[in-house]
């Protein structure tokens, strides 16, 4: 399912209204960039997540205050094309998997990227570059 934007300004209302992050659900900051490795960490751990919680999906967004939930804006990959990270993270999870969707919000507080990641297949857990990620709490292990 594609969202639409006003569909994703309500989930991410939704999501900032957790009382914290869950373990298919991760905010970052990330004004300036965001290493690729930490992205291909976390993508497993969420894709992982998603699976054992049973939800349909994970959700990484960039943009965004962990602890207070504010939304800070994020210059992560502006100007620069951000499907291309679904290729390239592709290269080095399991089965080539990849995002569902990448999502960019402009928002009035700052630029929003929200990546929506798919649940591993049941009994399958996803790797990054042969390792094997998951959460503890709010914590990538």
């Given at each position: ?63 965004v205050e962990n602890k207070n939930k504010k939304i800070v804006g994020t210059a992560y990959r502006q100007g620069c094309s951000i499907d291309g990270l679904k290729h390239d993270i592709a290269q080095h999870v399991t089965g080539n998997i990849s995002f569902i969707e990448i999502y960019e919000l ?36």
């Amino acid at each position: 399912m594609k969202y639409s934007d006003q569909q994703l300004v309500q989930k991410l209302s939704d999501f900032r209204k957790l009382p914290r992050e869950t373990e298919w659900l991760e905010f970052k900051e990330a004004k300036r960039t965001f290493y690729f490795q930490e992205l291909g960490k976390y993508f497993s751990a969420l894709s992982n997540e998603a699976q054992l919680q049973s939800v349909d999906c994970g959700w990484l967004i960039l943009g965004v205050e962990n602890k207070n939930k504010k939304i800070v804006g994020t210059a992560y990959r502006q100007g620069c094309s951000i499907d291309g990270l679904k290729h390239d993270i592709a290269q080095h999870v399991t089965g080539n998997i990849s995002f569902i969707e990448i999502y960019e919000l402009t928002l009035p507080e700052g630029r929003v990227l929200m990546f929506q990641i798919p649940p591993a297949p049941e009994g399958i857990p996803i790797a990054w570059q042969g390792h094997f990620y998951g959460r503890d709490g709010e914590s990538l292990v």
